[in-house]
């Protein structure tokens, strides 16, 4: 059973930066598409930034250039390196993942069958 536990959010000021992680276990292969998403209440759930075993990525317009997304294979763990926040990344991050995605929608949430609990992220001005 695929399992995935995000860590790592917190509260920041504006400018300040954060490093999501999300523990996977219960994975089984060496394919993968894995994405970062967040929400904030009463909003629809965005994608943030997702890659796939090949390598590929795919980030949000509104966090090109500031967040970065990895992979640490050997401790499976995905990551999300966040500078420069904003107050509007304000949200609960979840990790998603799923054994195979579109390699044009890694940033859609309808590509992810098992996704994580969450960890808020909240950055004030």
């Known amino acids: 059973q695929v399992r995935l536990v995000e860590s790592g959010g917190g509260s920041v000021q504006a400018g300040g930066s954060l490093r999501l992680s999300c523990a996977v276990s219960?994975?089984?292969?060496?394919?993968?598409?894995m994405g970062w998403f967040r929400q904030v209440p009463g909003k629809e759930r965005e994608g943030v930034a997702g890659?796939?075993?090949?390598?590929?990525?795919s980030y949000a317009d509104s966090v090109q250039g500031r967040f970065t997304v990895s992979m640490d294979n050997a401790k499976n763990t995905l990551n999300l390196e966040m500078n420069s926040l904003k107050p509007e990344d304000t949200a609960m991050y979840y990790c998603?993942?799923?054994?195979?995605?579109?390699?044009?929608?890694?940033?859609?949430?309808?590509?992810?069958?098992?996704w994580g609990q969450g960890t808020q992220v909240t950055v004030s001005s």
């Open positions: 998603a993942a799923d054994y195979y995605c579109n390699i044009g929608r890694l940033l859609e949430d309808y590509e992810y069958n098992y």
């Open positions: 219960g994975y089984s292969t060496s394919t993968y598409c």
């Open positions: 890659l796939n075993s090949d390598g590929r990525t």
